[in-house]
């Protein structure tokens, strides 16, 4: 995907499925342009293992094969990279930037996600606001975070992760009613984050470029 980040334009009676949160391509997005080439602002992604508690995801390979060049490109040019580490890392961001959208703290946003994401989140939660909406969802638990794709352009590294999660969500109107989901009952979900960084940046931290759903 080049050039164009698709998101919800709002949060309604959704609150079973990511897909309205996460970029999923229901016919109700608008375009997000991606963040200009660059140096792109880093922010506490992937390695900032300190900042929160990750579960365990399974066993099953942590890098499919396609991705394997491009995994073998970024650790050639970054001898700092692990894949386990990274994978580790980004399965806390996910944690994290789910949590902070769902309370609608756009502060917290603000420090995880690149402009472009964050700024897409911010508009879901201002207009689920306006329609008095608040979600009450819970991450139950990651069942497996993969590298689908990983490439190097120049001194740019690009790794999209696969989340496979289970979600319990519900939506409450301003009384506290709900109005959709349960959280008696997890649903599956999964999705794709892309995450990028300059191999020679001193700074250690990704950039939350893009969030999909994975077919």
């Known amino acids: 995907m080049v050039g164009i980040i698709l998101l919800a334009m709002i949060f309604l009676f959704v609150g079973l499925r990511l897909w309205s949160v996460l970029g999923r391509r229901t016919g109700h997005e608008q375009p997000i342009a991606k963040p200009v080439e660059g140096e792109p602002r880093p922010v506490a992604l992937p390695r900032a293992l300190n900042d929160a508690p990750v579960q ?32 580790e890392g980004a399965q806390a961001a996910y944690r994290m930037v789910l949590e902070a ?10 420090r995880l996600a690149g402009d472009d994401v964050r700024d897409a989140f911010a508009a879901a939660i201002a207009e689920r606001e306006t329609a008095g909406h608040v979600l009450d969802n819970r991450l139950i638990a ?38 959709a989901g349960s959280l008696t009952d997890a649903v599956p979900t999964h999705d794709l984050w892309t995450f990028s960084r300059h191999v020679r940046a001193d700074d250690p931290n990704w950039v939350l470029i893009e969030t999909d759903e994975a077919a």
Request: charged letters at 30%.
């Open 56 to 87: 365990p995801v399974s066993a099953e390979p942590a890098v499919e094969p396609r991705a394997n060049e491009g995994v073998r490109a970024i650790a050639a040019a970054d001898a700092d990279f692990d894949v386990t580490r990274f994978l």
């Open 101 to 110: 959208f769902w309370k609608g703290d756009v502060e917290e946003l603000d």
């Open 142 to 179: 990651v069942e497996r975070a993969a590298i689908e794709k990983a490439r190097l352009d120049g001194q740019m590294a690009t790794i999209t992760v696969r989340f496979d999660a289970d979600i319990a969500a519900v939506t409450r109107d301003a009384d506290g009613n709900v109005i």
